[in-house]
């Protein structure tokens, strides 16, 4: 299986290097590394380019294992002796527009500095906004005492429900049934994740909040329980009702729901930095609104929140404020006194610092960059009046030719892009694709007929469409690595993980799209019979057999995949002819045992019936 899995990955890579030296075409490299659990240091190298059906797509091109230090010289020199023993040196070097990292310093900084001497091009540098997204939601979580204790409150909850203890996860179960809600899980709050996986760990505690306080009840006064396990459910039980606490909790989801959206349209739209500038500062304005509108979570604990009147016992509505000013009911669950003294918080100001420092560590790392003009090419941009066609966007067009230094003559880029742009306005379909993604938009017009491109206008429009707002997808080559390498195949070596990754991840849906005559030429060439008895014996027998020919054809003997088929039938058809005389005589065999135990019903001999003899003569012979 292995030689099998190797075949196919050297005939997918071989397909997508041939491919790029035969039509090179605009690409950006997307590299990141992690370590397995045997220990070995890997860098996952991705190509972000046109694929076969003319649309872009992120390949797989090499997963590198770094044998030395992972300083960003030996990777850039690791990354280019690939290159050039894959002959695709010239197409790093000419078509190369971007290089996506998440922010290593290695990479970052000195990798970058040598790939930008290598190629022709002035690179644009990403850094992954994902990766960014998370730095700023912790830095402005960590600015804020409370905050940090509300986290680790939500990880002391996960401890305590999923320790192993099955009669606490037993409770929990059954109260989830008893009110009716689909099973689910608590989670913690890790740093460096994704900003979603810190959103989906506090929605649980306010939308299943009375499941939570019901099993923290039953635990709390159950003396079957220890009394150490009583007393943490009773002061996770407290804390549950803490009118400030639960608040808090609400207006951060607010908060961190709007960064995770903006993860989750980085992947809708297309992987393409086209609208990252406009989705910026559609967040940056969400947030700022949550100073004085509450966003879906808070709304949703104050549309079942109700303050208890001392006097009259009647229910009545709840705003912001009331949190620490009366006593409040939530889901018919009655919280604590609120109590500014105890936890030396006011709700109010806290909300409109975490705002604020939000907001500040967005702008200090999404600082203003010219790839904020690629939103020029945002469709919805783009004007529909004749009039402000003819000077649309000249200015960005200027910007970009110059600070990317893609060498263009100016006027006439100029001249070919208002052209370009009035030619989509006025093409028929121009209404029905407007609201599409940029990346569809795009790429309908590049091949869609009556639309004026030129080769210029053609470069720019796919330098900006190969350029990726992010480096997510390493992650996803390292969570296959995870799971294809864990602790019981650790000793898997990363050329094997490599070929199983590039099977999954640049693999053909369509199995007749795979280059069969190469994947079987290289399994025959790699790949020696179980029958061979050359191969048995010592150690050392099968290793000398590795250089020679395993009785089987080979590239060096054979250029034509049907002749290296033929070869292979004729040393395999003595053995096919056996096994069928094999298959005739055991049935006869068969039929004859049927015959002789019909003969010799109840009755005891030692005689045979000749025909049988002779089938098991015939049968030893074989």
């Not at 006097?311 to 009655?334: A, G, P, R, T, Y």
Request: with cysteine; charged share 25%.
């Amino acid at each position: 299986m292995g030689v099998i899995s190797k075949s196919i990955s050297t005939s997918l890579h071989n397909d997508f290097v041939n491919r790029l030296r035969q039509r090179p075409r605009e690409l950006s490299i997307i590299l990141d590394g992690s370590t397995d659990c045997a220990g070995y240091s890997t860098i996952a190298v991705l190509f972000q380019t046109y694929g076969t059906d003319n649309q872009i797509s992120v390949f797989l091109y090499r997963v590198m294992e770094v044998k030395t230090s992972e300083s960003g010289e030996n990777i850039f020199n690791m990354f280019i002796s690939y290159v050039e023993e894959d002959g695709i040196d010239d197409v790093i070097r000419e078509q190369t527009v971007a290089l996506a990292t998440d922010g290593a310093s290695n990479v970052k900084n000195r990798f970058r500095e040598l790939l930008n001497e290598y190629t022709d091009n002035e690179l644009v540098a990403v850094w992954c906004h994902c990766h960014r997204l998370e730095i700023v939601a912790t830095r402005a979580y960590k600015k804020f005492d409370y905050l940090v204790f509300v986290d680790k409150f939500i990880n002391r909850l996960c401890t305590f429900m999923t320790k192993k203890s099955g009669k606490r996860n037993l409770v929990f179960r059954e109260v989830i049934e008893e009110f009716g809600f689909n099973r689910f899980e608590l989670k913690r709050i890790r740093t460096m994740r994704w900003v979603s996986h810190r959103y989906r760990a506090i929605v649980p505690i306010i939308t299943r909040y009375e499941v939570l306080v019901e099993t923290f009840t039953r635990i709390s006064v159950d003396t079957s329980y220890r009394a150490h396990v009583r007393e943490e459910a009773r002061y996770l039980l407290e804390k549950l009702k803490d009118p400030t606490m639960l608040s808090t909790i609400c207006f951060t989801a607010d908060a961190v729901d709007e960064l995770a959206k903006y993860s989750g349209l980085l992947q809708k739209k297309g992987n393409t930095l086209i609208g990252t500038f406009s989705l910026r500062q559609d967040m940056r304005s969400f947030l700022s609104s949550l100073l004085h509108t509450p966003g879906k979570n808070m709304q949703y604990l104050l549309n079942n929140s109700a303050i208890v009147s001392d006097q009259s016992e009647e229910l009545e509505d709840v705003n912001f404020d009331d949190f620490q000013e009366h006593k409040i009911h939530f889901k018919n669950i009655e919280l604590n006194e609120p109590d500014c003294n105890v936890t030396n918080v006011c709700i109010k100001n806290l909300t409109g610092n975490y705002i604020s420092a939000l907001i500040n560590e967005l702008d200090a790392y999404f600082p203003p960059s010219v790839v904020d003009l690629y939103d020029i090419f945002l469709p919805t941009n783009i004007p529909v009046i004749h009039d402000e066609i003819a000077d649309y966007a000249s200015e960005e067009i200027q910007e970009l030719n110059a600070r990317l230094r893609w060498g263009f003559n100016i006027s006439e880029l100029l001249h070919q892009w208002h052209n370009l742009i009035e030619s989509i306005v006025y093409h028929h379909n121009f209404d029905e694709k407007i609201s599409c993604t940029p990346e569809i938009f795009w790429n309908y017009f590049l091949n869609a007929n009556g639309v004026l491109w030129t080769t210029n206008i053609r470069s720019v429009v796919n330098r900006v469409l190969t350029t990726p707002p992010t480096s997510s997808s390493p992650e996803s080559i390292f969570s296959m690595y995870s799971f294809i390498k864990d602790r019981k195949r650790y000793r898997l070596l990363p050329d094997s993980v490599e070929s199983l990754i590039r099977i999954r991840y640049n693999g053909y849906k369509d199995i007749k799209l795979y280059n069969t005559a190469s994947i079987v030429r290289d399994f025959l060439s790699a790949h020696s019979r179980s029958d061979d008895i050359s191969r048995r014996g010592s150690n050392t027998a099968a290793s000398e057999l590795q250089p020679r020919t395993l009785n089987c054809a080979t590239n060096d003997d054979i250029d034509d995949t049907d002749e290296a088929l033929e070869a292979f039938d004729e040393q395999f058809s003595m053995y096919e002819n056996d096994l069928l005389d094999d298959d005739v005589n055991n049935q006869e065999i068969e039929n004859g045992n049927d015959d002789s135990s019909m003969e010799s019903t109840n009755t005891d001999t030692d005689e045979s019936s000749p025909e049988l003899f002779s089938e098991d003569e015939s049968s030893e012979e074989i």
